[in-house]
């Protein structure tokens, strides 16, 4: 009981708070109302017991990624009246990316078009794949994620790595003349290389 | 009725501990002010009260009487969510820490994400509140406040992953548990000589890391780039006054008390007395967490005392180029240590 009032709470929210991101006429508040949805979904997969997916989601989604999100929503400048400007134009291209995204989220989940043997079958080798009762759900993910899918593991991560140093690599400027701090020059330096002792003759100067 | 007595029970300890912790922020602050004036050979407040010590409830109550005020462009709602925020997270955290065996309010198996995920909300807090004042220090602030702390949670969680590893448990009562069981003292055969099987040894690096990216994450001096008085006049919280900025400098202290008993925790055994033998056995654990917690809080407190602020792109350089990269490493370092020698618990 208690666990279904707190079901329909979280998905309650995150329904309307995720229609908030593109209904809001601020970006910044669009951008902190996709927060809440992840808030609210990360209350969902507590509530199915997946605690370790949960406190992933709020640690790298919310901590990190929508951070990132503020930081450059609250930099640019956009205009929303030219941004709305176009929005009939483009409502039959949206609403038809929407149907058919909803016909193939159907295809997936639903049992309406899928032949019901089918999922059983699947639902058989996901029971098989199922830890044995006791293990707590961050030791469950460790022990498939780093056994049977360790190469797919591996290969997202370098996907991860590539993207971060294209970032980088489209960022960096070498500006020539720029005075730049040098820690290992500064540390580098002693009394020798840096103080030149010189007696200079009385009334001629250097 | 059952549901309803558990409820009961989970808030009548919640507000114990809520109750608990604000006396004892309110001391800390006062401990604070008293370590940085004698360290600068100055008296400190000590008017208030016998040697002073009344003087942080002097000030929660001319905060509270004080005017709140509002800037006219601001966002008025974010403005006031944003300390709300900064303080409620902080508050929250302390649901799973366990002040002595069995003292958690929740005892979660994934504690330590848990204290990870809230406090890197935190952040929110800082930004929104620089924000919402529609007024250029506290967005520079904030922009710069965001910017460290997403940088410094990188090493803490390297940091966090090193002990886990050791550990085997991701439950807090857990870490504090292998750090009874095994060690130094253990393998010597003087088992009663605690404080050696804590992991401050082992890991005595990643404590040093630790320690630093905390008084980062929780914007101490010499990491308090948010406030730089010199600079930003006040940062973030310029524009607050009142109840609005109390429950910011609330938030603030509570997580510098969090990230003091999440170093007891992960590295000075949480709640063991330091030495197995009676007398010292004697003393209920919650005792000597706190003891370890106000040692842990009054080196932050010399910290601030005695280092100058740091230059912000050197903070940068530093969680970046020399935090990161260690802590990666003795990642790495302690993981082939451990299977190697087989030291790892099973599980």
Not at chain 1, 71 to 96: C, H, K, N, T, Y
Not at chain 2, 36 to 63: C, E, H, I, M, T
Not at chain 2, 312 to 320: A, K, V
Request: glycine share 8%.
């Amino acid at each position: 009981m208690v666990a279904a009032a707190f079901f329909y709470l979280f998905a309650g929210v995150c329904i309307a708070s995720a229609f908030m991101v593109i209904a809001g006429r601020n970006p910044v508040t669009s951008v902190l109302f996709l927060i809440l949805t992840f808030f609210n979904a990360a209350g969902l997969f507590i509530l199915i017991g997946a605690e370790f997916l949960a406190m992933m989601l709020v640690v790298v989604y919310v901590g990190a990624v929508a951070v990132l999100f503020l930081f450059v929503v609250m930099m640019i400048d956009v205009d929303f009246a030219e941004l709305r400007s176009g929005f009939l134009q483009f409502l039959p291209v949206g609403v038809l990316v929407g149907i058919v995204f909803l016909i193939e989220l159907l295809l997936v989940i639903g049992t309406l078009f899928v032949d019901p043997a089918i999922l059983q079958t699947a639902a058989a080798a996901a029971a098989a794949d199922a830890p044995a009762v006791g293990v707590t759900n961050t030791e469950a993910i460790g022990l498939v994620l780093y056994t049977d899918y360790l190469f797919v593991f591996q290969a997202a991560g370098f996907v991860l790595l590539v993207a971060m140093i294209g970032a980088i690599v489209l960022t960096l400027r070498h500006k020539p003349g720029v005075k730049r701090q040098d820690i290992g020059k500064q540390v580098e330096r002693s009394h020798e290389t840096s103080v030149e002792l010189k007696s200079v003759p009385s009334r001629q100067g250097v | 009725m059952e549901t309803f007595l558990a409820f009961a029970l989970i808030l009548g300890k919640s507000l114990l501990l809520l109750v608990a912790l604000l006396v004892f922020i309110a001391y800390i602050l006062l401990a604070d002010r008293k370590i940085w004036a004698a360290v600068q050979l100055r008296r400190g407040p000590n008017v208030v009260g016998p040697y002073g010590l009344f003087q942080s409830f002097a000030d929660l109550l001319k905060f509270v009487f004080k005017e709140p005020t509002i800037p006219d462009s601001s966002n008025k709602f974010l403005f006031l969510l944003a300390p709300l925020i900064t303080c409620v997270l902080a508050l929250s955290a302390w649901a799973v820490i366990p002040v002595a065996e069995g003292w958690a309010i929740a005892n979660i198996n994934v504690g330590v994400l848990y204290v990870l995920a809230i406090s890197s909300l935190g952040v929110y807090g800082i930004i929104i509140g620089g924000w919402a004042s529609n007024s250029k220090y506290p967005f520079l602030s904030a922009l710069r406040s965001a910017a460290q702390m997403v940088s410094y949670e990188v090493s803490i969680g390297f940091v966090i992953v090193t002990v886990l590893m050791c550990a085997g448990s991701l439950n807090l009562t857990e870490i504090v548990r292998s750090q009874q069981d095994q060690g130094l003292a253990t393998w010597l055969g003087v088992p009663w000589l605690a404080f050696l099987n804590w992991y401050w040894l082992p890991l005595f690096p990643m404590l040093i890391i630790f320690f630093i990216s905390a008084l980062a994450e929780t914007n101490r001096p010499p990491f308090d780039l948010a406030e730089a008085e010199s600079e930003l006049v006040a940062g973030f919280m310029l524009e607050y006054g009142s109840t609005p900025y109390l429950l910011f400098m609330l938030g603030e202290y509570v997580s510098i008390i969090l990230m003091c008993a999440m170093t007891t925790i992960l590295f000075l055994g949480g709640w063991s007395a330091p030495i197995d033998l009676p007398p010292f056995t004697w003393v209920p654990g919650v005792v000597w967490f706190v003891i370890k917690v106000c040692l842990v809080f009054f080196m932050f407190a010399m910290t601030k005392a005695f280092v100058p602020r740091y230059r912000y792109d050197q903070l940068m350089r530093l969680g970046w180029k020399v935090f990161l990269p260690i802590s990666l490493v003795m990642v790495l370092v302690v993981a082939f240590v451990l299977q190697l020698t087989g030291w790892a618990q099973a599980g």
